[in-house]
């Protein structure tokens, strides 16, 4: 049967409420041992529309789902179609302060880890080293017949070729790094299958709707483990696949941090939560810790 993923989540009443204070979080990154987990609004700085904020991508579009993509040769092609608009940008973006403060975080001996719900590589571009990409990363593409895995900028190439002068005018991006087209635009948009086999390319991204892989969940449950704390940045929490590492180092007495705008869904579960703007509050606590950027690293990483 298919289901739809979650896509929102309404706040309650009852949450407690955010504050303007990010001491707790500088006195956190002080102690060390502080695993980061980040979510879409780190990289809204960057020029990549998050999901659920006050300009998010939800508000007008729903993203494809594990089982329609696979089971609908035309959603398939609606997807590529999109995919490979948004690829032109989305694949141009570099990392902003935010990344570039939890690199510094971590060149300083601060973090014990980086888990990312993102897709866009922008924290190893910005230089954080073992990175782990929950949900994949839109700079691989997999066969989903052979798994034969090749660079995204390849299947540009071809998707270019196959598909020459195809540019439709006045589309959005959205942060699983495909843009908004109407059926007319997608028009015939040509998919073009793997290389090696023939069979259906995927990008190697965990669409809504799919499983993580359960080896990469054990890797960031043992990364909870051992961590001091829990820092959240940018994420509102909304589907378990981040939540569950909230919940995680919650019931192991860690303290979880939360540097987000707007309320999310793991408030509950967290020590405090900074709403402020995430790049900004970064910077400074950068500045109040000494740690200093490193505003060279602005290589893409998926391209």
């Known amino acids: 049967m298919r289901t739809r993923p979650t896509l929102s ?72 179609a999109r995919g490979h608009l948004g690829w032109r940008t989305f694949g141009r973006a570099v990392p902003n302060d935010g990344h570039r403060a939890v690199a510094a975080f971590q060149r300083y001996g601060m973090l014990s880890g980086v888990i990312t719900q993102n897709v866009d590589g922008l924290h190893q571009a910005a230089g954080s080293e073992g990175v782990v990409e929950l949900h994949g990363s839109l700079g691989r593409v997999v066969c989903l017949s052979c798994g034969a895995l090749s660079p ?30 109407t059926d007319d635009q997608v028009g015939d948009f040509r998919p073009v299958p793997c290389a090696i086999c023939g069979g259906i390319l995927k990008p190697d991204v ?28 940018g994420s509102s929490l909304t589907v378990m696949s981040g939540l569950r590492f909230v919940s995680q180092a919650a019931r192991a007495g860690k303290p979880v941090l939360i540097v987000n705008r707007d309320p999310t869904r793991g408030d509950r579960h967290a020590a405090t939560r900074v709403a402020l703007p995430l790049g900004a509050t970064l910077t400074a606590l950068a500045d109040g810790l000494g740690v200093p950027l490193d505003r060279q690293a602005t290589d893409h990483a998926t391209t």
């Open 9 to 80: 989540w309404t706040p309650t009443a009852d949450l407690p409420p955010g504050t303007t204070d990010p001491g707790p979080v500088a006195d956190a990154l002080r102690a060390g041992g502080v695993l980061v987990l980040s979510g879409a609004g780190m990289s809204t700085e960057s020029g990549i529309p998050d999901y659920r904020g006050e300009r998010g991508s939800l508000r007008r579009h729903t993203p494809m789902t594990y089982q329609e993509f696979t089971s609908s040769a035309r959603a398939r092609r609606r997807y590529w």
């Open 152 to 181: 995204r900028r390849e299947l540009a190439r071809r998707l270019e070729e196959a598909n020459a002068g195809f540019a439709p005018a006045d589309v959005a991006l959205n942060p699983d790094g495909d843009a908004d087209l």
């Open 206 to 233: 965990v669409f809504f709707g799919e499983t993580v892989p359960p080896q990469r969940v054990g890797h960031c449950r043992a990364l909870v483990d051992a961590a001091t704390s829990l820092l959240v940045l």
